[in-house]
């Protein structure tokens, strides 16, 4: 890619250089922003609802299960640590390192995938909470269901660059930039949960 | 790559730094249990929006490693993400929706 760059007097890549920020890199913060105000409006309409005294059915905040989504939590906060070794591990030319940490990445995403698929089961087995209960269940499960599709996307590229990796020996210097993208989706996934975690599990109180 | 790499944490900064978010999510947690006996109230409502606030500034910092990059980056961010908190308080705020409630 560098002697591409360099050598070719492609309009392109000069236009890449001219904000001093790789193009990729820039398009992936642009759409992590358009990202923030997706949730951000699940989240206000989450906010409008949770509260909201008349509906028939159980309200969300009256069921959680606050040590379990505890757990869940920190299990996708440490996988924003490993994601981070891998980076880590590839800028330093440890291929072996890398490919350990993308799966332990992906592998914790899956873990916290099965426990939100765990909790999902549970509200509407145990207590009949479903899409349609009343607007604040639906506001709910839109809102985490959405976050659980982000993880879900998030561990499909993760195995995919895994998968790269292994196949290949190593990941070349483009790959690297993907890998890099990647982790920038992966813990800009961790840190909505970090918000959905405070104000929908712990803030959130059912009316009366 | 660049020069930006020669800045960026060592594995066991990483580590540190995920003993302090793993601490602060302790935190939080307590925090939720305290407040069922204590019913504090807004006082709990604030004390875990910081303690979020706080763990979502070191994750993007850090580990999206916003403070190493240029500060083009760093400003376009930060202004999109108050834009967007202000766009929506300001939604909440006009519809009369009570976020924190009293204990």
């Known amino acids: 890619m560098s002697d591409i760059a360099h050598e070719a007097p492609v309009a392109h890549h000069e236009e890449h250089e001219s904000t001093g920020i790789d193009n990729r890199k820039l398009g992936m913060w642009i759409f992590l922003s358009s990202e923030f105000l997706f949730f951000g409006a699940l989240i206000t309409n989450y906010l409008l ?50 490919r350990t940490w993308l799966f332990a990445t992906a592998a914790l995403g899956s873990v916290f995938l099965a426990g939100q698929v765990f909790e999902f089961t549970e509200f509407i087995v145990e207590y009949d909470m479903t899409l349609a209960t009343n607007p604040a269940a639906s506001a709910f499960y839109v809102l985490t269901g959405f976050h659980g599709t982000h993880v879900a ?56 | ?27 939080e947690v307590a925090m939720f249990y305290i407040d069922r006996e204590l019913g504090l109230g807004s006082l709990n409502a604030l004390i875990l929006i910081t303690l ?27 202004a999109g993400f108050v834009l967007a908190i202000s766009l929506y308080l300001v939604v909440l705020a006009s519809l009369g929706v ?3 409630r009293g204990g």
Do not use: C
Not at chain 1, 55 to 81: H, K, R, W
Not at chain 1, 192 to 204: A, N
Not at chain 2, 1 to 21: N, R
């Open chain 1, 49 to 98: 609802y949770s509260n909201r005294a008349g509906f028939e059915g159980i309200y969300p905040a009256a069921i959680y299960d606050i040590p379990f989504t505890s757990v869940s939590s920190f299990v996708l906060l440490m996988s924003s640590l490993t994601m981070v070794l891998a980076h880590n591990a590839l800028s330093r030319g440890d291929q072996d390192g890398t």
């Open chain 2, 52 to 78: 979020a606030l706080l763990k979502f500034v070191i994750v993007v910092g850090w580990y999206m490693h916003l403070r190493f990059e240029k500060p083009m980056l760093n400003r376009f961010f930060t």
């Open chain 2, 1 to 27: 790559m660049s020069a930006e790499h020669h800045t960026h944490p060592t594995p066991a900064q990483y580590w540190k730094i995920a003993v302090v978010l793993a601490v602060l999510t302790a935190i």
């Open chain 1, 153 to 208: 996307i998030g561990v499909i590229m993760l195995l995919s660059l895994w998968g790269i990796s292994r196949r290949q020996g190593s990941l070349s210097e483009r790959h690297g930039m993907n890998l890099e993208l990647v982790g920038l989706y992966w813990h800009f996934v961790d840190i909505i949960w970090i918000v959905i975690f405070t104000v929908v599990y712990l803030l959130s109180v059912p009316p009366g």
């Open chain 2, 98 to 100: 009570v976020v924190i």
